[in-house]
């Protein structure tokens, strides 16, 4: 069928070419463009970091994530790459059954319990960060490490794992309050009804300068924890990992990746 298909558009060009070129050059670009959309294997890339500057809206497809799909689609490979938000334990589920078709952005191999990276399959880091432990301005609060918190309430995000800490608040050394995204810990942080927040650096540079907050909020001299952001696969997706690696690896050098991280300074 397909084959027929194509067989009218091509028809259909001819004679809208001879009557009308310029017609017919639209549509026949608009024709090649469409099959070679059509013949590209279709690759989901998941995120679950609701968050700026990451995602700044699932709805506009808007963020970080969704750029690195667009870059990725830049190129003249043999995929086409779209970013989907999806819950983090609705992840870990297809991911511990094997079921996960796509791959997973913006995490590190701690945080799944695989840092010999045996489980899945790792890029090279996309992505530097560090989650900053903040305070209001007016009760700055200075980490010393998890020991530090206790007595203290610790705003954090449901769902979300903090090294050294998370392990501490489950043996219920450490109370801490479960919101649901890190711009709600730093409004929290602001109507004082908690006293410091764990919030990732670039999320809280980003709130700061879009909402107005400069001079709001405390940030600990010693954060809670510097990491790397990768790509995730599953072993199955071992031809995706040589492509895209290959990607990553020169993505720092190139102009218009670094153009599209201007866009979130």
């Keep these: 069928m397909q084959y027929f298909d194509n067989i009218s558009s091509c028809y259909l060009m001819f004679r809208l070419s001879k009557k009308k070129p310029i017609i017919g050059f639209i549509i026949l670009l608009s024709f ?8 590209k294997e279709q690759v989901t890339i998941y995120a679950y970091h609701l968050k700026p500057p990451y995602i700044i ?3 506009e497809k808007t963020g970080l994530y969704f ?8 190129k003249a490979g043999p995929y086409q790459f779209q970013t989907r938000f999806m819950p983090r334990k609705r992840l870990e589920i297809y991911l511990n059954r094997g ?10 191999p701690v945080w799944f319990k695989d840092k010999a990276k045996t489980k899945y399959l790792w890029t090279s880091t996309i992505f530097q960060d560090q989650d900053e432990v903040v305070s209001h301005a007016e009760a700055p609060f200075e980490y010393l490490g998890p020991k530090s918190l206790k007595g203290l309430s610790l705003g954090g995000v449901l769902g979300f794992y903090y ?11 450490i109370k801490q309050t ?6 709600s810990v730093l409004q929290m942080l602001l109507y004082k009804r908690i006293d410091t927040g764990i919030v990732s650096r670039s ?3 980003y709130l700061v300068k879009e909402n107005g907050w400069q001079g709001q909020f405390h940030k600990s001299s010693i954060p809670h924890d510097k990491y790397s952001r990768h ?16 990607i990553i690896v020169n993505m720092n050098d190139d102009p218009m990746w670094q153009k599209m991280l201007l866009k979130y300074e």
């Excluded at 469409?34 to 013949?39: I, K, L, P, R, V």
């Excluded at 079921?99 to 590190?108: A, K, R, S």
């Design 32 to 39: 090649l463009s469409s099959s070679s959309y059509a013949n």
């Design 57 to 59: 809206s699932v709805e």
């Design 67 to 74: 750029d690195f799909s667009r870059y990725l689609n830049s």
């Design 99 to 108: 079921e996960l078709n796509g791959i997973l952005i913006g995490v590190n």
């Design 163 to 173: 090294f050294g800490i998370t392990e501490v608040v489950e043996a219920g050394g």
């Design 178 to 183: 479960d919101l649901k995204s890190e711009s």
């Design 203 to 205: 999320t809280l540079d």
């Design 231 to 246: 790509i995730l696969l599953p072993l199955k997706y071992a031809k995706h990992y040589k492509y895209i690696e290959s």
